[in-house]
């Protein structure tokens, strides 16, 4: 059965590519770092004892170390470059990290004092102890034949373990660690067996053996090409986003075509519905309602709520406005009482709206058009008056 074409989605990312170098051909020594002291201290007093215990100078050797912050010791292993064909390093530039061994067996969480952790590997049987939890205080490593029987190796296994001394914790691993499938772009986790090691992004340039400086260019470089790569992603995905929305734009504009063509077409419909309904209120208005003219004029003369001074000349309802608005065009003798009247008449309750328009004065007098709305039945027909 062929594989889905969609199982690379599901597939887990691929683990970090690690080369893991044979522990034999690198020396090791704990060296001392001053209490306190910073990264940048104490890769610089690291580098300076390694200088001074090593028979080549830094620049003809494959060197790294470890040191936990606040430890007063670092592990520093070191290799002559010339021991390394350039076959094997051709190999090295598209690795995640390039270390010894036992390097891989530095990020174990919760090591005991007095443990001893045992390496096998093919060509090689490697013991890493701690005395101190923090940073191991030596490595032994031994080859051995790639023929080498159980019972050899297990000898010369017991020769290393009777060389640390003391009563030891012993962890024996069959095989060195390999690294997990990625899930972090924070640290690199290797595993054999049971066994766990974590190591973190920011121990990678001291723990890897290359060039420091072309160490540090490269991983400049691939920095700067994970975040190209992000940003064309973001890109790709801006885009996508876009094409969704001019789709959805699309979609949105034929489905209001469709609605603007289906109200066109119900419009005339719609017109002769609503023209019907307007002349059936009218008609309702008209039966059950009717002009209360008297009534509305009682309102604005009674209780002396008119001054003396002000005269209606002319009262006029006209259908437009409808039967309970009065447009009354009046004159004062006193140009003062205009807006005491209109001020009275506002606080009518059963008033829904009092408007002066063209109001002129000339002297002391003044001619306006007084135009009242009464609140729909507010008011009711006076009985000497109903038929």
């Not at 400086?213 to 885009?239: E, K």
């Not at 059950?288 to 005269?311: G, W």
């Not at 009065?326 to 004062?332: C, G, K, Q, V, Y």
């Not at 003798?333 to 008449?345: G, N, Q």
């Amino acid at each position: 059965m062929s594989a889905s074409p969609m199982s690379f989605l599901r597939a887990s990312p691929p683990p970090p590519h690690v080369v893991l170098l044979s522990d034999p051909l690198f020396f090791s020594r704990a060296v001392p770092v001053s209490a306190g002291a910073s990264g940048a201290e104490a890769a610089l007093q690291i580098e300076l004892a390694l200088e001074s215990i090593s028979p080549f100078p830094l620049a003809q050797l494959y060197y790294g170390w470890f040191w936990a912050a606040g430890a007063e010791g670092a592990l520093v292993f070191a290799a002559y470059r010339r021991r390394f064909t350039n076959e094997q390093t051709a190999g090295w530039t598209e690795a995640e990290l390039v270390m010894p061994s036992f390097a891989a067996l530095l990020g174990a969480e919760g090591i005991a004092p007095a443990t001893a952790i045992i390496l096998h590997a093919p060509e090689a049987v490697t013991v890493v102890y701690w005395a101190k939890p923090a940073v191991p205080a030596k490595v032994l490593s031994r080859v051995i034949e790639l023929e080498t029987s159980d019972a050899d190796r297990a000898k010369v296994r017991d020769a290393l373990v009777s060389e640390l001394g003391g009563s030891l914790k012993v962890v024996e691993l069959s095989a060195p660690p390999v690294a997990d499938p990625a899930t972090s772009d924070g640290e690199v986790v290797l595993r054999s067996g049971e066994f766990v090691s974590r190591l973190s992004v920011g121990r990678f340039a001291a723990l890897d053996v290359r060039d420091k400086a072309d160490l540090t260019a490269m991983r400049n470089a691939r920095r700067r090409d994970v975040v190209l790569w992000r940003t064309a992603l973001a890109c790709v995905a801006a885009l996508a986003l876009l094409g969704v929305g001019e789709l959805g734009l699309v979609g949105g504009r034929i489905w209001q075509e469709g609605r603007s063509a289906k109200v066109r077409a119900q419009k005339p419909t719609v017109d002769k519905i609503m023209s019907s309904q307007s002349l059936a209120n009218r008609i309702d208005e008209l039966s059950t309602k009717r002009l209360l003219p008297f009534e509305m004029i009682n309102v604005l003369f009674e209780e002396k709520r008119k001054p003396a001074e002000i005269t209606f000349i002319k009262v006029i309802t006209l259908p437009q406005t409808g039967i309970y608005t009065l447009t009354i065009e009046a004159s004062s003798s006193d140009a003062a009482k205009v807006p005491v009247y209109e001020a009275t008449l506002r606080n009518l309750p059963m008033l829904q709206r009092v408007e002066i328009r063209d109001y002129k004065t000339r002297g002391e007098t003044a001619t306006f058009s007084l135009i009242v709305t009464f609140k729909p039945d507010s008011l009711k027909p006076a009985e000497s008056l109903a038929p």
